[in-house]
């Protein structure tokens, strides 16, 4: 074999070793946010008081990223009384349907990819958000609510909203971080929370296959330009 085939046969195999190669899952991010009475430092709560109260309000979660490069997302909110009737967690837009996938958890129905307002339907709410909303499974559930997803998207920081169900289960409660009206940190994520805030999917991440066609154009214009020398 000459030695511009050991060249091809090198670039072949580069191409396979990006298609059927992933690293391992080595990256697990981990954080909490907790509010109690007059404490705003973590999440803001709004309760009617009295036996209804949400305190301690607690959100919690993991992130992991998986062998095929993408990221395992997992919440769990915790509230003292009553039942999480929506969680609203932020994302970056646009938000395709296929940007999220394998859903599981206490949720009802996912609306992946919308404008969210303040109002009757999101009380206390302190502004719009975009992202993808969570519906409970029904009223007067549990004081847990977990929800996890798969996503091509990375962790970075951004906000969340929550609520509970109508007056007829244990009155109506809502919070939501405290870094909600700040500007959401542009620093890599870590475990723990910045300023408020949680982590939450928003940039795309390469796929094996736009590396892979990257490296098949690369030899492409290899090989083209070695013929157009042998011509000349």
């Known amino acids: 074999m000459t030695r511009y085939g050991y060249m091809l046969l090198a ?6 070793l990006l298609t059927g190669i992933t690293a391992p899952a080595d990256t697990t991010y981990h954080g909490q946010l907790t509010a109690t009475p007059f404490d705003g430092t973590g999440i803001w709560v709004n309760d009617p008081g009295d036996d209804e109260d949400w305190f301690p309000a607690e959100i919690e979660w993991w992130i992991t990223e998986t062998e095929a490069g993408f990221y ?4 769990e909110i915790r509230v003292y009384h009553g039942a999480v009737s929506h969680f609203i967690l932020e994302t970056s837009d646009p938000l395709p ?4 996938w394998d859903i ?10 919308e404008w969210f307002y303040p109002g009757s339907g999101n009380p206390d709410m302190p502004d719009d958000l975009y992202g993808v909303k969570f519906d ?5 559930g549990t004081t847990t609510f977990n929800v996890e997803f798969t996503s091509n998207r990375l962790p970075v920081w951004g906000d969340f909203y929550t609520k509970d169900g109508t007056a ?3 009155g109506l409660n809502t919070f939501w971080n405290a870094g909600f009206l700040l500007a959401d940190p542009l620093l890599p994520p870590s475990d723990g929370s910045l300023d408020g805030h949680i982590l939450r999917p928003d940039s795309y991440i390469p796929e094996p296959s ?3 066609m990257l490296a098949l154009g690369l030899l492409t214009l290899g090989v083209a330009v070695r013929r157009r ?3 000349e």
């Open 11 to 16: 670039a072949i195999l580069a191409v396979v």
């Open 72 to 75: 395992h997302y997992q919440y």
């Open 97 to 100: 349907d296929g940007d999220i």
């Open 104 to 113: 599981t958890g206490d949720y009802g129905e996912a609306f992946i990819g």
């Open 136 to 140: 409970d499974n029904g009223c007067c």
């Open 168 to 170: 007829g289960c244990e």
């Open 210 to 212: 736009t590396m892979a």
């Open 229 to 231: 020398r042998e011509t």
